[in-house]
T-cell receptor
Framework: DAGVIQSPRHEVTEMGQEVTLRCKPI?????LFWYRQTMMRGLELLIY????????DSGMPEDRFSAKMPNASFSTLKIQPSEPRDSAVYFC?????????????FGQGTRLTVV | GQQVMQIPQYQHVQEGEDFTTYCNSS?????IQWYKQRPGGHPVFLIQ?????EVKKQKRLTFQFGEAKKNSSLHITATQTTDVGTYFC?????????????FGTGTLLAVQP
């Protein structure tokens, strides 16, 4: 398996524009996580899905952020409109929920810069 | 909500010295996982501990899970330059959603040759 695949790897956009980040989890995994990493706030969990259903989105900063998982092999994180403070590295991770453990496999991340 | 803190935030050692990072959760954990993130990279799973008081070793790395399942430690013996990176602990809250994985604040390790 190629692992978790995220696209794009880098994104530079102007404030106010819509940004869509994409993720393909590892085949067979049933949980998917979106994290945001910044120097100030570390690795924050934004939202996670179980079997394509959003379970907890309490980490989503505000209504400008939305995430979808239309099927088991694809998820998107959308920011509309984007703001400079959204600049960060966004990671997608997937895992296979099983008794006793749920180690997560991370994608390479998308480095977002909003100017 | 669940919070996971790590100390120290940053440690600089000479190659060959030992290193320890400590992880403390505000809630009891079902299990504790450790990840390593190289500079510019993504977090990579190292190990998972499940049982209270469990100790596991991976070559020069020793991981321990506290008796109360609220704290953990990672000890590296005789650091090497390849150990450079940020070490994160992570854990799902016991009794909560089993796979809501909350990460600690991380410890950045710098190793001087």
């Amino acid at each position: 398996d190629a692992g978790v695949i995220q696209s794009p790897r880098h994104e530079v956009t102007e404030m106010g524009q819509e940004v869509t980040l994409r993720c393909k989890p590892i085949s067979g995994h049933n949980s998917l996580f979106w994290y945001r990493q910044t120097m100030m706030r570390g690795l924050e969990l934004l939202i996670y899905f179980n079997n394509n259903v959003p379970i907890d989105d309490s980490g989503m900063p505000e209504d400008r952020f939305s995430a979808k998982m239309p099927n088991a092999s694809f998820s998107t994180l959308k920011i509309q409109p984007s703001e400079p403070r959204d600049s960060a590295v966004y990671f997608c991770a997937s895992s296979l929920v099983r008794q006793g453990g749920t180690e997560a496999f991370f994608g390479q991340g998308t480095r977002l810069t909003v100017v | 909500g669940q919070q996971v803190m790590q100390i120290p935030q940053y440690q600089h050692v000479q190659e060959g010295e030992d290193f320890t990072t400590y992880c403390n959760s505000s809630t009891t954990l079902s299990n504790i996982q450790w990840y390593k993130q190289r500079p510019g990279g993504h977090p990579v799973f190292l190990i998972q501990l499940v049982k209270s008081g469990e100790v596991k070793k991976q070559k020069r790395l020793t991981f321990q899970f506290g008796e109360a399942k609220k704290n953990s430690s990672l000890h590296i013996t005789a650091t090497q330059t390849t150990d450079v990176g940020t070490y994160f602990c992570a854990g799902p809250e016991y009794g909560g959603a089993t796979n809501k994985l909350i990460f600690g604040t991380g410890t950045l390790l710098a190793v001087q040759p």
